[in-house]
């Protein structure tokens, strides 16, 4: 049995070094995949195993050490983990180690954008846990199982061996998690309208040279009536740079690690459905103050022809700013949206009152990690701290009265969640 794990811990380091081999793409798969899980040396490992190497969550302790070509964590000054393998990309490292025979994904990693370790409840939609290594899994089962997976479809690149991961339950009107481009695509208007791979496919963006610098002209080589900027105005009805194809019809909305990314489900933006189906749209994506029933009413203004029955809706939630709204009337998906949102579009000062109260009360990590994002502009906070810290930010920072119309808002609002929150390793 051992023998079959190290076997199959085998295989996957070798797709992974071969995958480029095998691709039309050998330089992005080279660059982007084939170095996902490699050997955990001085060479691999770009964690601070030497200066910031101590990490502090839920009465746990874990601290980080190095001998020579050698990586350790140990946690509560007693288990100590050899590192055999290391995970991740530009923006996460993960951490796999022996325990009992047995390979494990160690319950931290390290934040290469923050430079700082960090707890992976903070990047699964997972709510907070008594137990620091409820995170801390089977690598065998739970990990490389899904790496090795291969849903290869039919469809015009080889790119869907890997990006046709099956659907989340919480996908059903939309694709929220990365590593599903495949149906994203599938069911975007540029594929079902038209003939399909014929006419859009990977290749139709992405170059094996270029994988996230794609250019408008990708969208103008089949829409060409866009080709001059005056035509470009009159459709989108933006001043010239004002706004693009992408933030329109492929929003950053699907959610990798630590970051959201564009769909791939190209569509044209639709407020109504922010109201009757939770579906984000475009709009009040860069109007963070503005509410989905102003959006709804712009819109049918602005595309009258296409908008003309649109509806507002008579449900209060949809009248506040949209940031706000889906920050505390939203599932967990769409709560660590609108605060990534709130870190990318808002000014640091305009909804800091809404975001610390939802810093110092949400449960799940990855809410308050994209949150404290947005609020270290201004004050210095950490979203591993205890409630109770986090809460006595909120009473330093807004006086009694102010807290109060806040909290009295972000209760009604809350009050109108629908959607049940869930668990996902994604």
């Known amino acids: ?3 079959l794990k190290i076997t199959i811990i085998t295989i996957f380091i070798v797709f992974s070094a071969a995958c480029f081999l095998l691709s039309s793409n050998q330089k992005l798969v080279q660059k982007h995949h084939a170095q996902t899980v490699l050997k955990a040396n001085s060479n691999t490992i770009k964690g601070d195993f030497e200066r910031e190497n101590y990490f502090e969550f839920q009465n746990a302790k874990a601290e980080m050490s190095r001998n020579g070509d050698d990586f350790f964590i140990r ?11 290391v995970v991740g990309d530009e923006k996460l490292e993960e951490y796999v180690a022996r325990k009992d025979g047995k390979l494990v994904h160690l319950p931290i990693a390290y934040d290469l954008l923050q430079k700082r370790w960090i707890h992976l409840n903070a990047t699964f939609f997972e709510a907070d846990s008594a137990d620091f290594f409820d995170s801390q899994k089977d690598w065998e089962t739970n990990c490389a199982s899904c790496h090795l997976e291969q849903n290869a479809q039919t469809f015009p690149t080889d790119c869907a061996a890997c990006h ?6 919480s996908e059903t009107e939309i694709v929220r998690f990365a590593a599903r481009e495949h149906q994203g695509i599938l069911r975007s208007v540029c594929f079902v309208k038209n003939k399909g791979g014929d006419v859009i496919n990977c290749q139709s963006c992405h170059s094996s040279d270029n994988l996230k610098n794609v250019s408008e002209q990708s969208c103008i080589n089949c829409h060409q009536q866009f080709s001059a900027p005056q035509a470009v105005f009159e459709h989108s009805k933006h ?6 194809c992408f933030n329109c019809h492929q929003p950053e909305i699907v959610y990798g690690h630590l970051e959201f990314q564009r769909t791939h489900e190209i569509n044209i933006p639709n407020a109504e459905l922010t109201t009757t189906k939770n579906i984000p749209n475009a709009c009040n994506l860069c109007h963070t103050d503005k509410s989905a029933n102003w959006a709804i009413v712009e819109s049918k203004k602005l595309w009258n022809a296409r908008f003309h029955d649109a509806k507002v809706s008579n449900d209060s939630q949809f009248d506040q700013p949209e940031s706000v709204r889906a920050l505390f009337a939203g599932d967990a998906w769409t709560r660590v949206l609108a605060a990534d949102v709130l870190s990318k579009n808002s000014a640091p000062n305009q909804f800091s009152l809404f975001a610390l109260e939802a810093f110092a009360t949400e449960d799940y990590p990855l809410v308050r990690y994209f949150l404290a994002k947005y609020l270290r502009k201004e004050l210095p906070i950490d979203e591993f701290s205890p ?5 006595e930010i909120l009473s330093k ?14 209760k009604s609002l809350r009050a109108k969640r629908k959607n049940p929150d869930f668990k996902s390793h994604e």
């Open 1 to 3: 049995m051992r023998f």
């Open 164 to 169: 046709s991961k099956k659907l989340h339950e």
């Open 387 to 391: 409630k109770a810290e986090r809460v």
């Open 239 to 244: 001043q010239p740079n004002s706004a693009n």
């Open 397 to 410: 920072y807004i006086d009694f009265v102010e807290r109060k119309k806040i909290e009295t808002t972000a």
């Open 75 to 85: 946690f509560n000054n007693a288990e100590i983990y050899k590192l055999e393998l």
